[in-house]
């Protein structure tokens, strides 16, 4: 099985500055894309961020010029920088992986627990 662990969440002030990390654990061959998604009370859950496991990247309009995504590869860990946060931000993150589990299978996509970001005004 694969585990995806989330960290970093909390209470921040508009404007402020939130760090997310996300490490998959278990086993498995390779991941391919990692990224982060959100779901606000009543809303469907939207992609934030991907990137793949060569670095390319993709972004939210709503998110572009004030979230960074990044990867560590060796510790199969994603991060989420977020910066100038918004009250709309304000959502549960939640990590995914594409993970092949073995040589041979297809990739499947896991989903961590996800993380509270709360945004106040």
């Known amino acids: 099985q694969v585990q995806l662990v989330e960290s970093g969440g909390g209470l921040v002030q508009a404007g402020g500055s939130l760090r997310l990390s996300c490490t998959a654990s278990?086993?498995?061959?390779?991941?391919?894309?990692m990224g982060w998604y959100r779901q606000a009370p009543g809303k469907q859950r939207e992609l934030v961020a991907t990137t793949t496991s060569g670095s390319m990247t993709n972004y939210a309009n709503s998110v572009k010029g004030r979230f960074t995504i990044s990867r560590d590869n060796a510790k199969n860990t994603v991060y989420l920088q977020m910066s100038s946060l918004k009250p709309e931000d304000t959502a549960v993150y939640y990590c995914a992986a594409d993970v092949r589990r073995t040589v041979l299978s297809n990739l499947f996509r896991f989903w961590g627990e996800g993380t509270q970001v709360t945004v106040s005004s």
């Open positions: 278990g086993s498995f061959f390779s991941i391919n894309v």
